[in-house]
């Protein structure tokens, strides 16, 4: 009997630089376009003039960091969460956009705090002729942080997620914010979804016509070159969209066909989230 030699194992399933860039790109335009679908659904905060939810958002923010326990802002999370049930905001997307995310980034700022604040030691940590020993207050000091962090992005996630991105601008405008300002934003917002609308047609046309596996220099030279080919054709239709802007008479304001009016209802929830935000830095004030 003859001995069969192992076949090698297949790499027909293994997905590539390619197919894994495309994939990300698609998701985040699908992202973006759920994301605005959702701001014009019916909900509680939906239903709200877009002046009052910034304002109403601005003041919960303040009040977060102006929170010194983690009660205090326990009670400012439920309260953001319970706002975003009331305006069908999926749950599970909620939490997982804003806490994937924040415990990396925010533990990463605060990890010296940890070691070098003053106070009891939890435990020695020997790492060569180092000796490191975590605090008591350190570590109290970053759950803090860590929460005051989410409690904010949570906030400032939710407002997005509730209002079409042209009333947040004409809101900032309302509220005085510099022009400049809102229109870089207005602009940024609007190339970021162009730019990878493009780079997601751009890597489609690439893998509908290649024939077989490519090797990983090959794709590695082609996202390369891509790379410069997209910055460039960006920066060229950045302008000619500018200059289309002008000649269409854009003077920097933003505006929309929407007209608000202030009822009843957005002076009873500015004035509730005003109170909300009081209790709370009072109740962490007493408790720390």
């Known amino acids: 009997m003859t001995a069969v030699a192992a076949s090698p194992a297949p790499t ?31 909900g509680w905060l939906q239903r709200r003039d877009p002046r009052a939810k910034l304002v109403g958002f601005l003041m919960a923010i303040v009040a977060a960091s102006l929170a010194s ?6 009670l400012l999370y439920a309260a953001t969460l319970a706002a975003a049930r009331a305006s069908r905001v999926p749950f599970g997307f909620f939490v997982k956009r804003v806490w994937l995310g924040i415990p990396f980034f925010a533990g990463v700022v605060v990890v010296p705090a940890i070691f070098f604040v003053p106070g009891a030691r939890v435990f020695d940590l020997a790492l060569g002729p180092a000796h490191l020993a975590p605090s008591w207050n350190g570590l109290a000091g970053a759950v803090l942080f860590v929460s005051r962090v989410g409690v904010s992005v949570s906030l400032a996630v939710l407002m997005v997620l509730t209002t079409p991105w042209a009333d947040v601008l004409k809101s900032l405008r309302a509220l005085r914010t510099p022009q400049v300002f809102v ?46 080919n997209l910055m460039s054709r960006a920066f ?16 920097g304001e933003v505006r929309v066909y929407s007209t608000y009016r202030m009822r009843a209802a957005d002076w009873l929830a500015l004035g509730a ?8 830095v009072l109740v962490s004030r007493v408790v720390a």
Not at 69 to 74: I, K
Not at 236 to 251: C, E, I, P, Q
Not at 275 to 280: D, K, L, N, P, Q
Request: proline share 0%; aromatic share 10%.
């Open 12 to 42: 027909e399933g293994r997905i590539g630089w390619l197919e894994q860039t495309v994939g990300g790109i698609t998701s985040n335009i699908e992202h973006a376009i759920f994301t605005e679908r959702h701001a014009r659904s019916e």
């Open 69 to 74: 326990s983690v009660v205090g802002l326990a």
């Open 183 to 228: 229109l870089v934003l207005s602009m940024t917002y609007r190339y970021i979804f162009l730019f990878l609308h493009t780079a997601n047609g751009i890597l489609l046309a690439r893998k509908s016509r290649a024939v077989g596996r490519t090797s990983g220099g090959e794709q590695r030279r082609w996202i390369t070159g891509t790379m410069g």
């Open 236 to 251: 060229k239709m950045s302008n000619d969209v500018y200059g289309a802007m002008l000649a269409r008479g854009f003077t």
């Open 273 to 280: 989230t005003a109170a909300f935000g009081v209790v709370a």
